[in-house]
């Protein structure tokens, strides 16, 4: 069975620019998840959505990071503009559906400079 | 807030020592909870889960984890541990409401010497 597909592994951009991420969940799985894990820290949810319908976005923070899954597979997330502090690894998770075990890709990791 | 506290951020053993990797959260309803685990290059890995029923669980690798309502604990034990077990392990708890969220503790980084 194929895991969850992250691209790009890496990215470095300049502070302001715009950036964008990639996820292809596990096939089948209802329940996609975004998580943003800074250094030293545990993985932190930004988005879930189950299907194309965003379950909790409490913890985006919208004025810059935006993230879709028009089809109800795979999902973008976007970074507009990019601050240091958004310096992580950028996680995608999906389960067949909520409650149930979530599977995670490899993550990309950016660095803001 | 719910949180999740794992007690420990860097833990080294020597290989055939026991491991005890404490977990405990804050939140009074219903929860899941899970130990993943992040080998060195790799990706979160499920190491077991409980849902409910024995308050022992079993996972991969001869780890066990042991759920104390009372103490809002869920501590990851492993009787002895191999040079291979060198990975971080977090902690998470889901919560049965609405959406299944789930936090994460921070992490504890494990190095095993040979």
């Known amino acids: 069975e194929a895991g969850v597909a992250q691209s790009p592994r890496y990215k470095i951009i300049e502070k302001r620019q715009s950036v964008a991420f990639w996820c292809n969940p596990i096939?089948?799985?209802?329940?996609l998840y975004w998580y943003q894990q800074i250094l030293g820290q545990g993985p932190k949810l930004l988005i879930q959505?189950?299907?194309?319908?965003?379950?909790?976005d409490s913890q985006l923070p919208k004025d810059r990071f935006s993230a879709e899954r028009l089809k109800g597979v795979d999902s973008t997330l976007k970074i507009q503009p990019a601050k240091l502090e958004d310096s992580a690894v950028y996680l995608c998770?999906?389960?067949?559906?909520?409650?149930?075990?979530?599977?995670f890709g490899q993550g990309t990791r950016l660095t803001v400079v | 807030a719910q949180s999740v506290s794992q007690h420990n951020h860097h833990v080294i053993l020597s290989e055939a020592a026991s491991l005890e990797l404490g977990c405990n959260y804050s939140y009074g309803g219903t929860v899941n909870l899970f130990w993943y685990v992040q080998y060195p290059g790799q990706h979160l890995q499920l190491l077991l889960k409980y849902f409910s029923g024995d308050p022992l669980v079993k996972g991969i690798k001869g780890f066990e984890a042991e759920f104390i309502k009372s103490k809002f604990s869920f501590n990851l034990r492993k009787p002895s541990v191999q040079w291979s077990d060198t990975a971080e392990y977090f902690c998470?708890?889901?919560?049965?409401?609405?959406?299944?969220?789930?936090?994460f503790g921070a992490g504890t980084r494990l190095f095993v010497k040979a």
């Open positions: 096939s089948g799985h209802a329940t």
């Open positions: 959505f189950q299907n194309n319908g965003v379950v909790d």
């Open positions: 998470a708890v889901r919560l049965n409401t609405g959406g299944f969220k789930t936090i």
């Open positions: 998770a999906s389960s067949p559906e909520m409650g149930t075990e979530a599977f």
